[in-house]
């Protein structure tokens, strides 16, 4: 199994440029979720799906964060347009149906925003 | 008061040592619970899940108090290379999927 693959592993963007972070959850895993960790506040989770579905967004810190799901192989996360702040590590996760188990992580994308 | 919380640390210990980890969170509807490991620059990877009994893989045990709402990880014969941050993870409450992750705790194992 490949794992959970996200790309680009590393971006770096000019402030207000659009970004998009794409991810391929595991094969079978049926949710997925975006997290985002910065040394000041830890991993925080932004968005997960169920199913492909948006279940809760809560954690999106604005308008300017977007996430799709358009099938379950594939999710993407957009920051439009892109801030200095935004600047973090964002992983994607996937994780099999029941609450039993743990997240599998993809490696990460290392966002820095100039 | 934050969901989980963790001693940041860092702990730095010999070789050989044996090391503790607590971890509280606050929600008593919490069902699922786990310790992750991260090293410097990757990804969060699985590390155990925490049972009520509490539970023993290797040099690792974990442990949960559910009344104190408290969870624990031991590492005994601590190695080089288990040098990373852990992190305490308690999922949201009930049957949700949603899992709220601790800032971590860094060890540093010292030759």
């Known amino acids: 199994d490949a794992g959970v693959i996200q790309s680009p592993r590393h971006e770096v963007t000019e402030m207000g440029q659009e970004v998009t972070l794409r991810c391929k959850p595991i094969?079978?895993?049926?949710?997925l979720f975006w997290y985002r960790q910065t040394m000041m506040r830890g991993l925080e989770l932004l968005i997960y799906?169920?199913?492909?579905?948006?279940?809760?967004d809560s954690g999106m810190p604005e308008d300017r964060f977007s996430a799709k799901m358009p099938n379950a192989s594939f999710s993407t996360l957009k920051i439009q347009p892109s801030e200095p702040r935004d600047s973090a590590v964002y992983f994607c996760?996937?994780?099999?149906?029941?609450?039993?188990?743990?997240?599998?992580f993809g490696s990460g994308t290392r966002l820095t925003v100039v | 008061r934050k969901e989980v919380e963790q001693d940041p640390g860092p702990f730095n210990v010999p070789e050989g040592a044996t090391v503790a980890f607590n971890c509280t969170y606050s929600?008593?509807?919490?069902?699922?619970f786990f310790w992750y490991r991260q090293d410097c620059r990757k990804e969060p990877k699985l590390l155990m899940s925490?049972?009520?009994s509490g539970n023993e893989d290797g040099r690792f045990t974990a442990q949960l108090n559910r009344a104190s709402q408290y969870i624990s990880l031991l590492i005994r014969d601590s190695k080089l290379s288990d040098s990373a941050t852990y992190l305490c993870?308690?999922?949201?409450?009930?049957?949700?999927?949603?899992?709220?992750f601790g800032t971590g705790t860094l060890l540093a194992v010292q030759p």
């Open positions: 993870v308690v999922n949201k409450g009930g049957a949700t999927n949603k899992l709220i």
């Open positions: 996760a996937s994780k099999p149906a029941g609450t039993g188990d743990g997240y599998t």
């Open positions: 929600n008593s509807a919490s069902q699922s």
């Open positions: 799906f169920n199913n492909n579905v948006p279940i809760d």
């Open positions: 925490v049972y009520s």
């Open positions: 094969s079978g895993h049926n949710s």
